[in-house]
């Protein structure tokens, strides 16, 4: 009761948690010996919308035959049940070709509203609808002139939680956590639009991914630092994301992840790996942002084939690095503000020069496929 108490002193005040120990974390990675995965159905892509301290996110990814990598995100954010703040944030990555700087656009949304059964969202402006076979979504905007969102978004393999949720617990009694993080992901999609720009429209047929996640507490006092891979080729998709908890929580790492074709998931788990192989220290706050990567997946197929993937390389010049503290919305920098220590920077690649290819073994049948990736390495707090 009293780590409870210390632990709700801790959100009002924005402070660092006290040290809990590992008895106070219970991961999604315990529940996956059991179930290494369960594939998603149409009501669990619900929104939550909580009415406790959390962020809710649901970021569309998109990988465009042009060469274009974009984004559009929803971001429902509350702070201690008295403040709702909703975000529609886009993002365009020209490829170095055109030789021009990103486009960033994030715009606070009002009248928001979701469809009876919450599949649905929709604000002034913005409205995001899941098909009724559960396909597809559509993703429509017009809050902000200089992106037009209108995209076409279709599941073409299942969507899947690693375990039987995709649920990490915070909190001594696993029965009543007071904090969770989740992910959910459609790994592999077809992208049909545009988003126009003051420019003219950007086309984005291509392939996407789409990662809901839930995370019920103050972002900082779950996570101290995150790795995030979503790879994307013309046979095989491939998502990891990993997060390592502060000290408060012993330094706990979570992985989840899967590698996926269309119509079928091959591996999904919480055994993934990740090493930065190479890190060069930012001299504007001493992260150690990434160089090189190796990402590794370990599983077993449906018919009980062993299932290794990797992804292996040099990351390239950053496509860019996002000061959290300097571009997100107000509401979000008023969850973090208050703690000592917290400095969340997003490093973000897309290998062009060297390209990284996913290898990927199958029993005895290796392959190695050509494709586009999109990472990120968040550095949040020491």
């Known amino acids: 009761m009293f780590n409870w108490v210390r632990q709700q002193a801790a959100n009002v005040a924005?402070?660092?948690?006290?040290?809990?120990?590992?008895?106070?974390?219970?991961?999604?990675?315990?529940?996956?010996?059991?179930?290494?995965?369960?594939?998603?159905?149409?009501?669990?892509?619900?929104?939550?919308?909580?009415?406790?301290?959390?962020?809710?996110?649901?970021?569309?990814?998109?990988?465009?035959?042009?060469?274009?990598?974009?984004?559009?995100?929803?971001?429902?954010?509350?702070?201690?049940?008295?403040?709702?703040?909703?975000?529609?944030?886009?993002?365009?990555?020209?490829?170095?070709?055109?030789?021009?700087?990103?486009?960033?656009?994030?715009?606070?949304?009002?009248?928001?509203?979701?469809?009876?059964?919450?599949?649905?969202?929709?604000?002034?402006?913005?409205?995001?609808?899941?098909?009724?076979?559960?396909?597809?979504?559509?993703?429509?905007?017009?809050?902000?002139?200089?992106?037009?969102?209108?995209?076409?978004?279709?599941?073409?393999?299942?969507?899947?939680?690693?375990g039987e949720n995709g649920t990490t617990n915070y909190g001594t009694d696993p029965n009543a956590p007071w904090a969770q993080m989740r992910h959910a992901f459609w790994p592999r999609n077809t992208v049909e639009g545009q988003i126009v720009t003051e420019e003219g429209p950007v086309d984005f047929k291509g392939r996407g991914m789409l990662s809901h996640a839930i995370q019920l507490g103050k972002p900082h006092h779950l996570a101290a630092k995150w790795n995030f891979f979503n790879f994307q080729g013309p046979t095989f998709s491939a998502v990891m994301m990993e997060f390592t908890t502060p000290a408060s929580y012993d330094t706990t790492?979570?992985?989840?992840?899967?590698?996926?074709?269309?119509?079928?998931?091959?591996?999904?788990?919480?055994?993934?790996?990740?090493?930065?192989?190479?890190?060069?220290?930012?001299?504007?706050?001493?992260?150690?942002?990434?160089?090189?990567?190796?990402?590794?997946?370990?599983?077993?197929?449906?018919?009980?084939?062993?299932?290794?993937?990797?992804?292996?390389?040099?990351?390239d010049e950053r496509i860019d690095r996002v000061d959290v503290m300097a571009e997100v919305p107000g509401f979000v920098k008023s969850i973090v503000a208050a703690a000592a220590g917290t400095r969340p920077y997003i490093y973000q690649y897309s290998p062009h020069d060297n390209p990284i290819s996913l290898k990927i073994k199958i029993g005895d049948e290796e392959t190695t496929e050509q494709g586009v990736l999109f990472s990120e390495a968040t550095f949040i707090s020491a």
């Not at 959390?54 to 201690?80: K, P, R, W």
């Not at 396909?135 to 209108?150: D, E, G, Q, R, Y």
């Open 253 to 315: 790492l979570v992985n989840v992840g899967g590698i996926v074709k269309d119509g079928e998931i091959i591996t999904a788990n919480a055994n993934g790996t990740v090493e930065h192989t190479k890190k060069l220290d930012d001299p504007d706050n001493d992260w150690p942002a990434p160089e090189a990567i190796k990402a590794v997946w370990t599983g077993k197929a449906k018919d009980g084939k062993e299932v290794t993937a990797i992804l292996e390389g040099p990351l």
């Open 14 to 162: 924005g402070t660092a948690e006290p040290i809990y120990g590992p008895s106070a974390i219970h991961t999604v990675t315990k529940q996956a010996e059991k179930t290494p995965y369960t594939e998603l159905k149409k009501e669990d892509t619900v929104w939550q919308a909580l009415g406790t301290t959390n962020v809710e996110t649901q970021t569309f990814y998109f990988f465009a035959d042009s060469g274009h990598l974009g984004s559009a995100q929803v971001i429902y954010s509350n702070v201690m049940g008295v403040h709702t703040t909703v975000q529609f944030n886009t993002k365009i990555w020209y490829p170095r070709s055109e030789n021009k700087p990103n486009l960033w656009s994030s715009d606070p949304l009002s009248g928001v509203d979701f469809s009876e059964d919450k599949l649905n969202f929709y604000a002034d402006d913005v409205a995001i609808e899941l098909s009724e076979d559960g396909t597809t979504f559509t993703i429509k905007s017009m809050v902000n002139a200089k992106s037009l969102v209108n995209i076409t978004f279709t599941r073409t393999a299942p969507g899947f939680v690693v």
